[in-house]
């Protein structure tokens, strides 16, 4: 097994340089089923929706997707009816060149804001990418998604007679609700539409919407699942189960894979809550710890600061037993354990995060150049 993608049966990928990226790596990818495969989708909540975002927002309605064509390096974010115009034409063109149903082609970007697409580059690098599919593909496509990144992030489960595969890109801009991140699922189970629809949405409660690395949302995240059937497994009954805790176990690796690679972090920090009177409110709790920036730096420093936890759970309308409440720091090599007994309940929720360090200052006060 390959652990990419293009793992489970019927998926094929490419990716190439486009001339998107200044560093000139490979910034255009594409995923492709052989049969068109039922969809979901989550995206952003961000007000200030990327022109892909609403595009692929419309597709999704048709239930189906049999290609994703996505790039990386710049955003087409904030471009108006350009904007538009430009993801548009990306859909049109993979549709074209792969002989499908424009109807069943998603396409998504990321990277810098306020920014045209150079068309001129992509819509030829498009028909290339056609000839280059194939079921190898897959890790090409986690690298060339990548922006600040420094690894790509992608995995592969085995459940029964099927597979569930990830892959994702996010580094910066991470928040819950979600961030600057992608995220390709792809399974080759069979399953209804509705019932794929609500097991991603809540596998990304339990993931990506639990994952801050410094507090900022974005306006072009989505996370795709396509379930093409072609391993001939059909997902129902007590199979559902199953299906579920390896769909949430892909998403959770993923989000742990983004946030143990927020730019210049140096530790992963998973954030336990318990003792909280609800699960709503453990989930309050643990996003406020994690996303403290006085409790990014104390990680940074290994300073066991734990005023900083008491002080961020305060902050949150979560209710607490201010004498009954503990808290905790583990220290490791490259990841940081914190725990937080509310004392009130016994609702759990866990997050994560990342230290706070000069990395990610310099990463960002050089973005543009």
């Known amino acids: 097994m390959n652990n990419s993608i293009t793992t489970p049966k019927g998926y094929q990928a490419a990716a190439l ?52 064509i996505s790039n990386a390096g710049n955003a087409n974010c904030g471009t108006g009816k350009q904007g538009l115009a430009d993801a548009w034409a990306m859909v049109k063109e993979a549709a074209k060149v792969l002989g499908v149903n424009q109807k069943h082609v998603l396409v998504t970007s990321t990277g810098s804001i306020h920014k045209f697409l150079p068309m001129k580059n992509i819509i030829p690098a498009i028909r290339s990418l056609a000839l280059r599919l194939s079921c190898h593909g897959g890790h090409d496509v986690a690298r060339a998604i990548m922006t ?3 690894r790509p992030k992608e995995i592969a489960i085995k459940v029964g007679g099927y597979t569930i595969a990830g892959v994702a890109k996010g580094s910066g801009m991470i928040h819950p609700n979600m961030a600057t991140m992608h995220a390709f699922i792809t399974t080759d189970a069979k399953i ?11 596998a990304v409660d339990n ?31 007590q199979g559902a189960r199953k299906f579920y805790e390896a769909l949430e176990k892909v998403c959770v690796y993923l989000a742990k894979e983004i946030a143990r690679d927020g730019e210049g972090a140096t530790q992963l920090m998973e954030v336990r809550v318990s003792g909280a009177k609800n699960e709503k409110e453990a989930r309050l709790a643990a996003r406020a710890i994690a996303g403290s920036d006085l409790l990014k730096c104390a990680v940074y420093g290994r300073d066991l600061n734990l005023g900083r ?61």
């Open 17 to 68: 340089a486009a001339g998107i990226k200044q560093s000139g790596k490979p910034d255009l990818t594409l995923i492709y089923s052989e049969v068109p495969a039922v969809a979901a989708g989550v995206f952003t909540a961000n007000q200030f929706k990327a022109a892909p975002v609403l595009v692929s927002e419309q597709q999704l309605k048709s239930g189906l997707c049999q290609a994703i």
């Open 309 to 369: 936890i008491f002080a961020a759970v305060g902050s949150t309308s979560a209710k607490i037993d201010q004498d009954k409440m503990k808290a905790d720091m583990k220290f490791g090599k490259n990841e940081t354990i914190i725990t937080c007994d509310l004392g009130v309940g016994k609702a759990k929720a866990v997050a994560w995060g990342c230290d706070l360090t000069e990395g990610y200052i310099k990463i960002n006060a050089e973005y543009h150049t």
């Open 207 to 237: 993931s990506f919407n639990m994952t801050t690395v410094d507090q900022c949302q974005s306006t072009n995240d989505c996370v795709f699942v396509l379930a093409n059937g072609m391993s001939g497994v059909r997902v129902k009954g």
């Open 192 to 202: 209804d539409r509705k019932t794929l629809q609500a097991m991603l949405a809540k």
């Open 148 to 150: 600040t990144d420094t």
